[in-house]
């Protein structure tokens, strides 16, 4: 049976410059690629954090020696040589217990203009 190789990509826009790149659907085995971009000017970034309904899986702390902080969450395996950098993360062999809402929080240095927040959905389709 031939495969669709169709991804319909989700654009989430927080604000002008700021957007979440995603497929809103892959196929089991497949390996999905997410993407975060806030704007956040010059300001430095303290932190982004990943999470899969609500369930924290990734963090990027350029602060730390070891900056990437990776956590168990069912049907997210991260790609490690693939998200090194926070702002862009690969899922390898997606599986039905990946479905679900995805979220990248970025917080930046600043106390008024702390965090930007974007979501998206991704299905995993038979």
Not at 75 to 101: F, P
């Amino acid at each position: 049976m031939y495969k669709s190789i169709l991804h319909i990509l989700v654009l989430i826009a927080l604000s002008e410059g700021s957007y979440l790149k995603m497929p809103s659907f892959s196929f089991p085995g497949e390996s999905v690629t997410m993407e975060c971009i806030v704007d956040h000017g010059d300001l430095a970034i303290v932190s982004i954090t990943w999470s899969k309904d609500n369930k924290q899986f990734y963090k990027y702390d350029p602060n730390r020696s070891d900056p990437v902080i990776i956590s168990n969450v069912d049907g997210v395996l991260i790609k490690n040589d693939l998200s090194l950098n926070g702002n862009k993360i690969t899922i390898s062999s997606v599986t039905a217990e990946s479905t679900g809402t995805y979220t990248c929080m970025v917080e930046i240095d600043h106390p008024s203009l702390n965090v930007g927040k974007l979501s998206g959905s991704l299905k995993i389709v038979q």
